[in-house]
């Protein structure tokens, strides 16, 4: 808290708080986290039961509507979600307008932005049925949107979605068949990939979804705040971190060099950091990473990827880190993205293909944030303030007179 006297000329005090550690920027009813307990819970339900018994599009529904669904209500969420998972035709004119080697996230953030131009009976914020439309559209059509990006960074063909496949197995056909091949969705491939769908689907006030939040609160129509996101969700400490675990896993290699990148992680003199590790709020194991170690194995041993050097790697590192007293201290442990990276690469996805699935996965997060923010009387629009630290007043110096 700051003493703002003598700064602006008047009486007060506000908060500078880089980083917004430990400010509150809204009321919300979707997702609670326990960082000391390592608790994540949706609506109340935890994540590890959801990611059990569950599947992503009855969290969605859970997300979106706060309770769980009926089996009729599931039956015509599904419904919808799936009659809207097909791309406007002309859409497809605006994916081949990009360089073939565009990075997928840097189409997913054009092409997300741009429904907003080919959805116009969806983008009046203030209509409730079209929020709603906007919102399953936006689901819906994500995973289409990220497997074309991904078909065309390959320079394939794109696969249209199919009706009669659950959502993963739909997407994980447009990503992996190929035109006249047949192409057998994998019933635990699918399920693995529900998942981890599943674990990322919320995980309330990130960098991303504030700034959902922020763009939504000038009144932006819903396709250009959920690309905001998007955008957001591209960085490496946030979105990119698995995509960076799974080079650093690669880079130690072998067991046996373990010990060195641990002494680099500790070195206050070495940027290095153990990627995949450490969370700004779970100060415990984060619940996620747990269910996705055990699907790593699952998932691995299905593609016939036996003593994986990866995967041995991760496992030990994880053993030796959380028996350091360095890591222990700081109470850094494991977080989503130090398992979700090997197992997206066993299923057959590149690299540049990860930040475009936790994408696909967050869009309800995003777009549950984004309603009830709308629904709010009291919300306004997000203004930080800052702490100025630059020049006082001073009168225009006339270039002659200058240095
Ligand atoms: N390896 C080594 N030391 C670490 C690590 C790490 N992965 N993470 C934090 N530390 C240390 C810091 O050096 C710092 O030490 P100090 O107190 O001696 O200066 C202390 O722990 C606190 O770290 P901060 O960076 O201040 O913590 P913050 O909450 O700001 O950062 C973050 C959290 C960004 C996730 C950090 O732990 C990190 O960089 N981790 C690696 C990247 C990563 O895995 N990101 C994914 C996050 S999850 C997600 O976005 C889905």
């Not at 979600?81 to 073939?100: A, E, K, P, W």
């Not at 116009?120 to 990220?146: C, F, G, L, N, Y």
């Not at 497997?147 to 390959?154: I, T």
């Amino acid at each position: 808290v700051i003493d703002i006297r003598g700064l602006y000329g008047k009486a007060g005090v506000f908060t500078h708080d880089p980083g917004f550690t430990s400010t509150s920027s809204c009321e919300s009813t979707i997702t609670f986290i326990d960082g000391e307990k390592g608790q994540l819970l949706h609506r109340g339900y935890p994540i590890d039961q959801l990611a059990a018994k569950s599947h992503y599009l009855e969290v969605c529904y859970l997300l979106l509507y706060g309770e769980l669904p009926t089996a009729a209500q599931m039956e015509d969420f599904e419904y919808r979600v799936t009659h809207h998972s097909m791309l406007h035709d002309q859409m497809q004119y605006f994916f081949r307008g990009f360089r073939r080697d565009a990075h997928p996230m840097a189409i997913i953030v054009g092409v997300m932005g741009a429904m907003s131009a080919f959805y116009h009976d969806s983008t009046d914020i203030t209509d409730p049925w079209q929020r709603e439309v906007a919102s399953i559209r936006m689901i819906a059509k994500m995973p289409t949107i990220v497997a074309w990006a991904f078909k065309y960074s390959m320079g394939m063909p794109f696969i249209y979605p199919r009706n009669d496949l659950d959502y993963a197995g739909n997407f994980l056909r447009m990503c992996f068949a190929v035109p006249a091949e047949e192409y057998e969705v994998d019933p635990i491939l699918a399920r693995a990939m529900d998942r981890i769908f599943t674990l990322h689907a919320d995980h309330e006030q990130n960098a991303s979804t504030s700034t959902v939040r922020l763009a939504s609160s000038s009144g932006a129509n819903p396709f250009a705040c959920i690309a905001a996101g998007a955008a957001c969700l591209w960085g490496p400490a946030h979105g990119g971190a698995n995509e960076a675990c799974l080079m650093m896993l690669r880079e130690i290699g072998t067991v046996d060099r373990i010990p060195e990148f641990i002494a680099r992680a500790k070195d206050k003199d070495d940027p290095f950091r153990l990627m995949g590790f450490g969370h700004r709020v779970y100060k415990n194991v984060d619940p996620r990473a747990k269910v996705l170690k055990a699907s790593a194995d699952e998932v691995l041993d299905l593609m016939g990827i036996h003593n994986n050097p990866t995967l041995q790697v991760a496992k030990e590192l994880e053993k030796q880190a959380l028996e350091d007293p360095y890591f222990a201290e700081k109470k850094l442990f494991p977080n989503v993205d130090f398992y979700s990276g090997i197992i997206l690469e066993a299923m057959g996805f590149p690299t540049s293909m990860f930040t475009p699935i936790f994408a696909l996965s967050r869009t309800v997060g995003w777009i549950s944030q984004w309603k009830e923010q709308l629904s709010d009387p009291e919300h306004k629009i997000g203004r930080p303030r800052q702490l100025y630290t630059g020049a006082p007043y001073r009168d225009y110096v006339e270039v002659e007179e200058r240095g």
